[in-house]
């Protein structure tokens, strides 16, 4: 193998090209590689922490929804609890009205009937009268005898 100045001056040529390849090109393409490389592994991170910000998320969600849950039944039995009682109230007050109206009818009742006995004792008075002018009509002297009839009718 004959080494000749085609060979020394290709050999020259790759020399410079590969000094300055690794001086001018290599350092922007490395740079621009690591660069990338720093990009990817930020967004690798920024995914993990999204991922797990999510997961943090969803387990406060499901502790809201949670909460909201219990809270919606401490409502529901709050609400039932006011409703039977306003339902008891409501009962006993229909008991004490109904109570008072009994009361009342038969204060209007005991009225009515000391009305009607004293009706009936007027009534049978008269009637006594009537029945007593006639039968003593002729014997009696209706100013002596008035005195004692009205006490008689007062009596009755």
Do not use: C
Request: hydrophobic share 45%.
């Amino acid at each position: 193998m004959d080494i000749n100045a085609t060979i020394i001056g290709q050999f020259l040529t790759f020399a410079i090209l590969v000094w300055f390849t690794m001086k001018y090109v290599w350092p922007p393409v490395i740079k621009t590689l690591h660069d990338r490389e720093k990009k990817i592994a930020a967004g690798l991170d920024a995914a993990e922490r999204s991922k797990r910000e999510l997961e943090m998320a969803e387990h406060k969600a499901m502790s809201i929804i949670r909460e909201a849950k219990q809270q919606a039944t401490q409502i529901i039995e709050q609400a039932n609890l006011h409703s039977s009682q306003v339902v008891e109230d409501a009962k006993t007050q229909a008991k004490h009205e109904g109570q008072r109206i009994i009361e009342m009818a038969q204060n209007d009742i005991e009225r009515e009937v000391a009305q009607v006995k004293e009706a009936l004792k007027a009534q049978l008075a008269r009637l006594a009268i009537e029945g007593a002018e006639k039968i003593i009509q002729r014997n009696i002297d209706m100013s002596v005898h008035a005195d004692l009839l009205n006490q008689l009718a007062a009596e009755i």
